[in-house]
C-alpha cells in the first residue's frame, strides 16, 4: 500500500514538471523584475499581475481597460517584449491594405502589437478568411 503512495506521489510531481509554462506566486518573483514590470506598465500597481515563467523567461500578465497586456522579462529584469491586445482600428494602414489585397473580406479575430526591447514594433494577426473558387470536374479552377 505504501509503495502505492509513493508511485503515485512520484507520477504527481513529475506530471507537474512537464509542463512549458508554470505559474507562479507573485511573491516569488524577483525584485528586479518586479520593478521592470512597474516600469513597462506603471498600473501593475493597481491592477492584479499573473506570472508564469516560460523557460528562463517571466511573463507578466494583466488586464488594463479590459485589455490583456504582457511583459516578457528574463532574469536580470531586462525587457524581452512587451504585448498587448489591440483593436482593428490601431493596426497600421499599411498592414490593413495588405490583408484587404491578399484576403478580401477577411474577418479580423484578434491583433497583439509586439514591441521588442528596442522599439520594434510587430504585429501578429487572427483573422478568418473566406474565398470561393469553381472547379471544373478534373479539378482544375474553371476560368471566370
Given amino acids: 500500500m505504501k509503495k502505492n503512495g509513493i508511485v503515485t506521489a512520484v507520477f504527481i510531481v513529475l506530471l507537474s514538471?512537464?509542463?512549458?509554462?508554470?505559474?507562479?506566486?507573485?511573491?516569488?518573483?524577483?525584485?528586479?523584475?518586479w520593478r521592470r514590470m512597474l516600469m513597462t506598465y506603471p498600473m501593475a500597481q493597481r491592477h492584479p499581475v499573473s506570472w508564469t515563467k516560460e523557460g528562463l523567461l517571466y511573463k507578466g500578465e494583466l488586464t488594463i481597460l479590459e485589455t490583456p497586456a504582457f511583459a516578457l522579462i528574463d532574469s536580470t529584469g531586462r525587457l524581452i517584449r512587451k504585448e498587448k491586445k489591440v483593436m482593428e482600428a490601431y493596426l497600421p494602414k499599411q498592414?490593413?491594405?495588405?490583408?484587404?489585397?491578399?484576403?478580401?473580406?477577411?474577418?479580423?479575430i484578434d491583433i497583439f502589437q509586439y514591441t521588442d526591447d528596442k522599439g520594434k514594433e510587430t504585429y501578429k494577426t487572427t483573422f478568418q478568411?473566406?474565398?470561393?473558387?469553381?472547379?471544373?470536374?478534373?479539378?482544375?479552377?474553371a476560368a471566370k
Fill in 95 to 108: 498592414i490593413k491594405d495588405e490583408m484587404t489585397t491578399k484576403y478580401p473580406g477577411y474577418k479580423m
Fill in 129 to 141: 478568411s473566406v474565398q470561393s473558387v469553381i472547379y471544373n470536374p478534373d479539378g482544375t479552377p
Fill in 17 to 33: 514538471c512537464m509542463g512549458y509554462a508554470q505559474k507562479i506566486d507573485s511573491v516569488a518573483i524577483p525584485q528586479v523584475i
